[in-house]
């Protein structure tokens, strides 16, 4: 994928979804075969981390404004990068973070400040790198009045029921899964990340999961969760 714009621009996106009072999601298109995911969570004190920028038209880069301070620009992975560059430009004080694994790539496009451990959170926003990826992507987790979300990227998708070969190489689709390029290629450790997706499925808190790629999980989202754990 392109290290990144260097100028703003603007793909086709939906509105900004208010998923709860601290978390929005908007989903754009990437390109002709694909579509992405951006996540808002707004810490307690208003401030604002965006996982996996994605460039807005302007009355909904103003809907964000009137939200909070952009604190946190996080590239999810060394592959989602694309418009990192061009938000940290637009928020000048906001600091650009990636997994630990992954800051070398991310850092092609725009200077990160440090992995997910230094980036801020607080009780109801938290970070941690999923086990078996080598520390190259993470989940953001975010408490809501109605239950926790867990944010990935490409570690799960959620995509339509594909066929032909796309289908065959992404296989399982049509449900909340991890893709076959995640479990053959990017995983280091299938074993661990399984346990860590199931650990994950079991707490009492999960309300939904957001996946990089796809709708977004809010019925049934542990057992959903712990299936596509347990078809690694």
Not at 80 to 106: C, E, L, N
Not at 146 to 158: P, Y
Not at 163 to 189: Q, Y
Not at 205 to 232: F, K, M, W
């Amino acid at each position: 994928m392109a290290v990144g714009y260097r100028t703003w621009t603007v793909l086709p996106h939906d509105p900004i979804e208010v998923l709860a009072p601290n978390l929005w999601r908007v989903e754009g298109v990437l390109n002709a075969y694909n579509r992405r995911v951006m996540v808002l969570a707004r810490l307690a004190d208003g401030r604002i981390v965006i996982h996996n920028a994605v460039a807005l038209d302007e009355p909904s880069m103003a809907q964000i404004d009137a939200w909070g301070e952009v604190a946190a620009i996080l590239i999810p992975n060394g592959f989602h990068r694309q418009d990192a560059r061009i938000m940290q430009t637009r928020y000048p004080k906001a600091k650009v973070y990636a997994p630990s694994g992954a800051i070398a790539a991310a850092s092609k496009a725009t200077p990160c400040s440090g992995g997910y451990a230094d980036v801020p959170t607080d009780e109801t926003v938290s970070l941690r790198e999923l086990e078996g990826v080598g520390d190259r992507e993470g989940v953001m987790l975010v408490q809501s009045p109605d239950g926790l979300s867990a944010v990935f990227c490409d570690t799960l998708l959620n995509l339509p029921k594909l066929s032909g070969l796309l289908g065959m190489f992404l296989h399982p689709t049509g449900m909340l899964s991890v893709p076959r390029p995640t479990a053959w290629w990017f995983a280091k450790n299938v074993d661990a990340l399984r346990k860590d997706l199931l650990r994950l499925s079991e707490d009492d808190r999960l309300a939904r999961v957001i996946p990089g790629h796809g709708a977004v999980v809010g019925i049934e989202a542990s057992a959903r969760l712990r299936e596509a754990a347990e078809r690694l």
